[in-house]
């Protein structure tokens, strides 16, 4: 069945450094792409999506595109803050009636 | 506009008995989906609601059901608890059922069984 991938964390980082967080999925068809977060004692949030082949997904500097080739859709953000930290999920959609499928999380702390 | 509100969000029960958690749907929304979030793992999607009626469902056995009501909130009813049952549950609403992928999540209902 369909999958999702996630690096395993947690990933920390000193403040104003480069992210990455790698997500590689298997599904059959063609899915939609995901990257949520959840920040401490909130509920998940959409960060970005992208729903075809060469998309790219941005918002609140954060980027990921969308590779049909490598099967992958990483996370990237060039400079990070203290605000960041968080858990992020990668997830897909495509099986019909807006279900997702996460990947297991990637927890992300930023150090000043 | 509200948004996801779960209840409650804490609670403890023992092995064999029931729970009911709640879930109200951010204003507009039509659609209630569900997820179980083990420790450390993502969350796995249980079941979606759509106008009151089951619309698609997860690998969880016949003891998980649920409910939508008429203003959209829903429930969600565990019988026969288990200890792997402990985990953080989540409810989530949208507008419709396309594959938008994006949903509204609730902070989550914690359970413990012991």
Known sequence: ?112 | ETGVTQSPTHLIKTRGQQVTLRCSSQSGHNTVSWYQQALGQGPQFIFQYYREEENGRGNFPPRFSGLQFPNYSSELNVNALELDDSALYLCASSAGTDDTGELFFGEGSRLTVL
């Open chain 1, 1 to 112: 069945g369909d999958s999702v991938t996630q690096m395993e964390g947690p990933v920390t980082l000193s403040e104003e450094a480069f992210l990455t967080i790698n997500c590689t999925y298997t599904a059959t068809g063609y899915p939609s792409l995901f990257w949520y977060v959840q920040y401490p004692g909130e509920g998940l949030q959409l960060l970005l999506k992208a729903t075809k082949a060469d998309d790219k997904g941005s918002n609140k500097g954060f980027e990921a595109t969308y590779r049909k080739e490598t099967t992958s859709f990483h996370l990237e953000k060039g400079s990070v803050q203290v605000s960041d930290s968080a858990v992020y999920f990668c997830a897909l959609s495509g099986g019909g009636y807006n279900k997702l499928i996460f990947g297991a999380g990637t927890r992300l702390a930023v150090h000043p």
